[in-house]
């Protein structure tokens, strides 16, 4: 008998090696849907299997509303960041095989919080395997400044991910 979870393990292992190898040899082009969707299942799973904190184990625990508070936080989050900062003010991407509705629909309703899904799931996978073979003793041998200075140099990192593609845009003909 399969226990619960493993089948999604399957399933989503299937639905992002099925979406990589229809990108590539059939030039299927809404691959990423699935993958995201694949991904979100696969490591959620791998994490509730390994009792690490999961969006996906609202889902296998049916708790249906827990999971859409959080996925409603993600589609705001996505509709904020798409059409404010992706499309209006720095024009980093567009959709050029979605028309009309759909290319409203796709991003924001499925790109966007199973993406945030996805990386959730593969941080917190991460985390608790490195916290699982790294004594913790090691994380405390960096001195104060050391981590001030990651601190610093990820702050700057950021505002600069935010802020350069925007001067990009205003600066540059964008050909």
């Given at each position: 008998?399969i226990?619960?979870?493993?089948?999604s393990?399957?399933?989503?292992?299937?639905?992002?090696?099925?979406?990589?190898?229809?990108?590539?040899?059939?030039?299927?082009?809404?691959?990423?849907?699935f993958?995201?969707?694949?991904a979100f299942?696969f490591f959620?799973s791998?994490?509730?299997?390994t009792h690490?904190p999961?969006?996906?184990s609202?889902?296998?625990?049916?708790q249906w509303?827990?999971?859409?508070?959080?996925?409603g936080?993600a589609?705001?989050i996505?509709?904020?960041?798409?059409?404010?900062?992706?499309?209006?003010f720095?024009?980093?991407?567009y959709?050029?095989?979605?028309?009309?509705f759909?290319?409203?629909?796709?991003?924001v309703?499925l790109?966007y919080?199973?993406?945030?899904?996805?990386?959730?799931?593969?941080f917190?996978?991460?985390?608790?395997?490195l916290?699982?073979y790294l004594?913790?003793?090691i994380?405390y041998?960096?001195?104060?400044?050391?981590k001030?200075?990651i601190?610093n140099f990820?702050?700057v990192?950021?505002i600069l991910?935010i802020?350069?593609p925007?001067?990009n845009?205003?600066?540059?003909?964008n050909?």
């Open positions: 008998m226990k619960k979870g493993e089948l393990i399957i399933l989503g292992f299937f639905l992002v090696a099925g979406s990589i190898i229809g990108s590539i040899f059939f030039h299927f082009y809404f691959w990423y849907t993958y995201l969707i694949g299942m959620g791998l994490n509730y299997k690490s999961s969006v996906y609202y889902v296998l625990k049916k509303k827990d999971f859409s508070t959080i996925y936080i589609l705001l996505g509709l904020v960041v798409d059409i404010l900062y992706g499309r209006t720095s024009s980093l991407w959709y050029p095989h979605l028309d009309g759909w290319n409203f629909f796709f991003p309703f790109y919080p199973f993406g945030a899904f996805q990386v959730y799931e593969i917190q996978l991460t985390k608790s395997t916290k699982k004594p913790a003793k994380l041998r960096f001195s104060s400044r050391i001030e200075m601190i990820l702050i990192l950021g991910g802020i350069l925007i001067l845009y205003y600066l540059n003909n050909i």
